[in-house]
């Protein structure tokens, strides 16, 4: 399962410490209504793991004991937790930010039609995967028929003003490069996506996330038996940009996952590196109520120069969308 985090040489990354905690970061279950090429989930819709009632309870009792100002929802697909809609309800209730990281295709799931509209009434914002403006190139990485079902999502976003000026609504959209490489400019790409979302289907949205993709997992596998890996490990390396350090989001986020352990962000969570907190050899929300993390140590490894390699990445895109450096495809996809 961590075969890549092993294949990795040291490459020396910085050590960091935290900031004061503001974003709780949940990971509601592992299964997925897609099986993506670049998921670092390895997410699929055989995958079993969900995330209880009782642990659900445990993030609500969290955000409540601190002073979480945004609860991020993700998966798999997050909405094919039973309790999904639950944790959502008890967030607003607090006047907690919620975000969905919604795939677009559940909206049209059966089971899932009014989904859209709970969203909507909530005031839920949704960060959408779309990795490509054409349908070839999401189909290519995402499965035949994606792009289609994903354009459908958008435009019922859409109709309940999601993504308009002054609904309130905010729809992002995610972007992931097809291969080993490092995104584009963030500001540029976005300007494509708006003109050409709304020129071929009539979409709007607010912004385009750029996110890099990260050694581990199903895309590390990929790279591994492609030979891929370590040319992608030095790229991004050679791309490395100490500026990013400041705004990484291990520094004000904590993971969770589905059994409620504790990772300093969602990449750690999935190479089983849990947050290290005194004695605790894996740290559960339970465990850190009264706790105040400023300052604990985040546990790094090189998968770690994927978020700050170029512009940077986070789970809310680009972290220098004008600067850094963006580097070319190393290797043929």
Request: charged share 20%.
């Amino acid at each position: 399962m961590h075969a890549t985090l092993h294949l990795m040489k040291s490459r020396g990354f910085p050590h960091l410490s935290r900031k004061a905690l503001d974003t709780l970061q949940v990971n509601l279950g592992y299964k997925c209504n897609q099986a993506c090429f670049h998921c670092h989930v390895n997410a699929s819709p055989d995958r079993k793991e969900m995330m209880s009632l009782e642990t659900i309870n445990d993030v609500v009792a969290f955000m409540r004991a601190g002073d979480i100002k945004t609860l991020d929802m993700t998966g798999g697909a997050p909405e094919l937790n039973e309790h999904f809609r639950h944790l959502v309800t008890a967030a607003r209730a607090m006047n907690v930010r919620v975000i969905d990281r919604c795939n677009l295709t559940i909206l049209g799931e059966p089971g899932f039609e009014d989904l859209a509209e709970f969203l909507a009434s909530n005031h839920v914002e949704i960060s959408a995967s779309l990795p490509c403006y054409s349908q070839e190139n999401v189909d290519k990485q995402r499965g035949e028929g994606v792009f289609e079902k994903s354009i459908a999502g958008l435009k019922k976003l859409n109709a309940l003003g999601y993504g308009k000026a002054d609904s309130g609504l905010t729809l992002n959209l995610v972007f992931n490069p097809q291969g080993p490489k490092l995104p584009p400019s963030q500001e540029a790409l976005e300007a494509d996506y708006h003109r050409l979302l709304n020129e071929n289907f009539g979409i709007v949205f607010n912004h385009l996330f750029t996110i890099t993709n990260m050694p581990i997992q199903r895309f590390g596998s990929t790279l591994i038996s492609k030979g891929q890996f370590e040319p992608y490990m030095d790229l991004l390396v050679s791309s490395f940009q100490a500026h990013n350090l400041d705004s990484v989001m291990c520094r004000t986020l904590l993971s969770v996952d589905y059994l409620g352990f504790v990772y300093d962000c969602d990449f750690n969570q999935m190479l089983g590196l849990p947050l290290q907190h005194k004695d605790h050899l894996k740290t559960h929300l339970r465990d850190l109520m009264d706790v105040d993390l400023q300052g604990n140590q985040i546990v790094v490894k090189d998968h770690c120069y994927g978020c700050t390699a170029g512009q940077g990445s986070s789970c809310g895109g680009a972290l220098d969308a004008n600067g850094g450096t963006v580097a070319s495809l190393v290797a043929a996809e």
